[in-house]
């Protein structure tokens, strides 16, 4: 008899281009695990309306996501790729999931708290939502693992409590997922305010470093990368939070050890270092940034592939779905 795999899934916002902390967060992991389990990944493009988006730019990003998927490794072959709002059953899933959850819950979201601090003039109920249905997302394909960066945790965490509740009601409906977040690069801070977490949201261009951007101005953000006066290549997150934040990234680009590393840099200042690290980046990119290009020019093979990945992930989801309206009392179409 076959052995039944376990199932990966997460998603991420085009609300702004792929950043090199979604990268080592999440997308790294995603591609290394094809074999291991059934997996399925998406463009989170409904999650992104919580806060407003410019049209053209959204529709330009979501296609540019999924070729950069690709070119991070995902075989549209092993890998269900998929545009979330091509999946109806994720909203409708979303509303029925939105009955099960407590005020008090969403209210402890600190995503929900950041980002209604940083859009006060539009604080709309999706944003406060929001975390069902990133559960519906997840709850839908009955998910084992759920592969995404330390920022993500209290939304995964939040999801299984909502699968608790609503199988303590019905019985098994939904398998309780884990999150599953890497040993390096979990948490990839700003360059410039290594205090903050590297968001594609942020306001300075130069704490970010993006994916697809040209080598140079990768090179340069890391040579102006802020560090600290000890001129000493340790790691030390707390007193020294500019070199440690590139010490994981060195280590994570590279696979090399904190003690490998400082041994490399031992007496040498930080320039060597922060070329190292930045170069350790560019080389990273520079075959995603070129297939990611490529593939953006067969605009006909995109469509192929999400409306493939629509297709498959929507007959998954509607199985699931079934099953709540049947279990919530709806009389079946
Ligand atoms: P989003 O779009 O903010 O981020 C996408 C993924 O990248 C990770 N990440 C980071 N990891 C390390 N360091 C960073 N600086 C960094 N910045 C981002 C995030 O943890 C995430 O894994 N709500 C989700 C999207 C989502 C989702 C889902 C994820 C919607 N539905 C279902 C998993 C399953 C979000 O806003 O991620």
């Not at 003690?259 to 930080?270: K, L, P, T």
């Amino acid at each position: 008899m076959m052995e039944q795999k376990g199932v990966m899934l997460s998603g991420i916002q085009p609300s702004g281009e792929l950043t090199l902390g979604s990268y080592l967060g999440a997308i790294k992991n995603w591609a290394e695990r094809a074999d291991q389990f059934d997996c399925y990944y998406f463009m989170a493009d409904m999650h992104t309306i919580t806060v407003r988006q410019n049209p053209a730019d959204l529709r330009r990003r979501t296609v540019s996501q999924l070729a950069a998927y690709i070119a991070c490794g995902l075989d549209p072959e092993r890998n269900t790729l998929f545009i979330q709002s091509h999946v109806p059953a994720h909203a409708q899933l979303g509303w029925i999931l939105d009955c099960y959850t407590m005020f008090g819950e969403l209210s402890r979201m600190t995503q929900f708290k950041s980002k209604s601090a940083a859009h006060a003039e539009n604080i709309n109920a999706g944003l406060f939502t929001y975390p069902c249905l990133m559960a519906a997302d997840i709850l839908l394909y009955q998910a084992d693992y759920v592969p995404v960066g330390e920022d993500q945790k209290q939304h995964c965490e939040l999801t299984r409590d909502i699968a608790e509740r609503f199988n303590a009601i019905y019985g098994p409906v939904f398998k309780v997922p884990e999150p599953y977040i890497p040993k390096m690069g979990a948490r990839v801070m700003s360059l410039t305010s290594p205090e903050n977490k590297m968001s594609k949201s942020d306001q300075d261009p130069n704490g970010c470093v993006y994916l697809l951007e040209d080598p140079a101005v990768i090179a340069k953000k890391f040579k102006r990368a802020v560090t600290d006066s000890e001129a000493c290549v340790r790691f030390d997150p707390v007193n020294k939070p500019g070199i440690s934040n590139l010490m994981q990234i060195y280590a994570a680009t590279t696979g090399r050890s904190f003690e490998a590393i400082e041994a490399e840099f031992a007496g040498q200042g930080y320039g060597a270092f922060k070329t190292a690290v930045g170069d350790s980046v560019v080389e990273m990119c520079r075959p995603i940034r070129e297939e990611t290009e490529r593939l953006l020019k067969d605009k006909g093979y995109l469509e192929s592939v999400y409306r493939a990945g629509a297709e498959k992930a929507g007959r998954i989801a509607n199985k699931t779905l079934r099953k709540v309206y049947k279990k919530v009392g709806f009389v079946a179409p």
